[in-house]
Nanobody, 121 residues
Framework: QVQLVESGGGLVQPGDSLTLSCAASGRTFRTMGWFHQAPGREREFVGTIRWSGSLTYADSGKGRFTISRDNAKNTVYLQMNGLKPEDTAVYYC?????????????????WGQGTQVTVSS
């Protein structure tokens, strides 16, 4: 049974850093990554990393967010620096065996339960 379990969310102040983790069990995946969903908004693409290490980021996180993965641990990470109040959202880990998935959430068949990130002073 495939399971994605996120951890690391919380309440931080603007400008702070936070690292989210997502541990996968049940199988390894060609692509893993992150989406987020703010109140009243659709789920939005944050970024992905392939087994090879190839990265794709949404423009909103470029320069501030870094995705990495430890294939031996079957875990993907999202390091967020310089957090802004507009980064407040539930962050979801995603995974797929599709070749070349994009930014559409429907392309990812496996989702974690989500972890809340709140950026507020």
């Amino acid at each position: 049974q495939v399971q994605l379990v996120e951890s690391g969310g919380g309440l931080v102040q603007p400008g702070d850093s936070l690292t989210l983790s997502c541990a996968a069990s049940g199988r390894t995946f060609r692509t893993m990554g992150w989406f987020h969903q703010a109140p009243g908004r659709e789920r939005e693409f944050v970024g992905t990393i392939r087994w090879s290490g190839s990265l794709t980021y949404a423009d909103s996180g470029k320069g501030r967010f870094t995705i990495s993965r430890d294939n031996a641990k079957n875990t993907v990470y999202l390091q967020m620096n310089g957090l802004k109040p507009e980064d407040t959202a539930v962050y979801y880990c995603v995974a797929t065996m599709r070749i070349g998935p994009g930014t559409n959430p429907n392309e990812y068949e496996h989702w974690g339960q989500g972890t809340q990130v709140t950026v507020s002073s």
